[in-house]
C-alpha cells in the first residue's frame, strides 16, 4: 500500500522560509511515470497546484510561486521536499503531497499538514 506523509513545522513566522517534507512508502519516487505535488488549500479556499517533481527529477513550479520554492528530492530517503521562502499570512494552508500515476491518476494523496504564518 502506498502512503504518503507531510511534516512541517505548523507555525511559522513571516519572511521566513517554509520547508515541508513528503516520505513515501510503498512506492519509489523514481518509478518510471509517476509525478509527486505539493497542493496546498488555504482556510475556505479551494485547492491550488504548487509544484512537481516528476520521477526524472524535472521540476515544475506554479508561476504565482516561482520565484519563492524549490522542489527537491533525497532518492536514498523516498523523500520529496518543498521550500516556500519569505512566507506571507497568505501562504497559510493545508499542504498535500499528492502521487500522481503514469495513467495521470491522482490516486493517493498524504493527510496534509496545516502551517500558519503569523508572527
Known amino acids: 500500500q502506498v502512503q504518503l506523509q507531510e511534516s512541517g513545522p505548523g507555525l511559522v513566522r513571516p519572511s521566513q522560509t517554509l520547508s515541508l517534507t513528503c516520505t513515501v512508502s510503498g512506492a519509489s519516487i523514481t518509478t518510471d511515470g509517476h509525478h509527486w505535488h505539493w497542493i496546498r488549500q488555504p482556510p475556505g479556499k479551494g485547492l491550488e497546484w504548487v509544484a512537481t517533481?516528476?520521477?526524472?527529477?524535472?521540476?515544475y513550479y506554479s508561476p504565482s510561486l516561482k520565484s519563492r520554492i524549490s522542489i527537491s528530492r533525497d532518492t536514498s530517503k523516498n523523500q520529496f521536499t518543498l521550500q516556500l521562502s519569505s512566507v506571507i499570512p497568505e501562504d497559510s494552508a493545508a499542504y498535500y503531497c499528492v502521487r500522481e500515476r503514469d495513467t495521470g491518476e491522482y490516486d493517493v494523496w498524504g493527510q496534509g499538514t496545516h502551517i500558519t504564518v503569523s508572527s
Open positions: 517533481l516528476s520521477y526524472r527529477d524535472t521540476k
